[in-house]
């Protein structure tokens, strides 16, 4: 993990410098330090900021952006809330407060490098492996070979479109739940896909997305011949306060905001089954 010079604690006053629509319920937002002196810190993929607008309320979201981007913090937010709903009333120009890094990234300057990656995305869950897949990219020398999946529910669900079409388009592979009008690509969910296409075991796999999909996504990378110290998953699950004081984030002996959001599969063998 980078280290840091300022406190994490303390939130830092941004301004939104653009907004992005991703889909109907989705923006891409970029923050810059209210002075104009760029990121409010330093990350790596993975961890997580606190966003707040004082009145409205505070929580936390996955830094979408690289760390190799060195303009300004992304973050892809699906409005599903009353702050998210009001960030997306927000506009280039508006101020929030943002504080952070936290949590556990992933492990790419060490376990990861060298190795062949495969990301496996549904939904909204794409916004933190964006993260790593850019960091890899812009790294692309230090890695494996790179395969991507993700789906969502509708074509008009996928997030990061223009990049999907251009930057990842040689090692994506898409699907969508249900058929539909003009789309051509796989129909199904990402678990069934993912054993249709029968990827080798000879890479290390990032997984995020909802809950229920990193369950049946595990299971079949399993069948596949995958063991769970080859998976990686984030569980940005119910975090709080960021340092592991309300307990808001506790699941069996874990923090998710300390220990976490990062796991590899085998750790979470010891998280109650309800998780």
Not at 177 to 201: C, H, I, S
Not at 206 to 225: D, H, Q, S, T, W
Not at 239 to 263: A, T
Request: glycine share 10%; net charge negative.
């Amino acid at each position: 993990m980078c280290c840091s010079t300022h406190d994490e604690l303390i939130p830092q006053i941004g301004v939104i410098t653009a907004i992005k629509t991703e889909t109907s319920d989705v923006k891409t937002f970029s923050v810059v330090l209210a002075d104009g002196k760029g990121k409010a810190f330093e990350h790596m993929p993975g961890q997580c900021a606190m966003l707040s607008v004082p009145g409205i309320g505070e929580a936390m979201f996955s830094i979408t952006s690289s760390p190799t981007n060195t303009e300004c913090m992304e973050f892809a937010i699906k409005a599903c809330g009353k702050l998210t709903d009001y960030l997306h009333t927000l506009e280039v120009g508006n101020q929030i407060t943002i504080r952070g890094p936290y949590g556990k990234p992933f492990p790419v300057d060490d376990v990861l490098k060298g190795q062949n990656i495969l990301f496996i995305a549904g939904g909204i869950g794409f916004a933190p492996v964006r993260s790593v897949i850019n960091y890899v990219l812009d790294k692309r020398e230090n890695y494996g070979d790179i395969d991507i999946v993700y789906g969502a529910r509708s074509a008009s669900d996928l997030v990061f479109q223009d990049e999907i079409n251009t930057r990842y388009k040689n090692d994506i592979h898409l699907t969508v739940d249900r058929q539909e009008e003009g789309w051509t690509g796989n129909v199904g969910f990402v678990p069934a896909y993912l054993k249709e296409l029968g990827f080798k075991t000879d890479k290390t796999a990032i997984v995020c997305g909802p809950l229920i999909m990193i369950k049946f996504v595990l299971a079949a990378l399993l069948e596949m011949g995958f063991k769970k110290e080859q998976v990686f998953t984030t569980l940005e699950l119910r975090m709080k306060c960021g340092f592991g004081k309300c307990g808001r984030c506790n699941i069996g002996s874990k923090y998710v905001c300390k220990d976490g959001p990062v796991f590899r599969c085998d750790e979470l063998d010891t998280i109650p089954d309800e998780y």
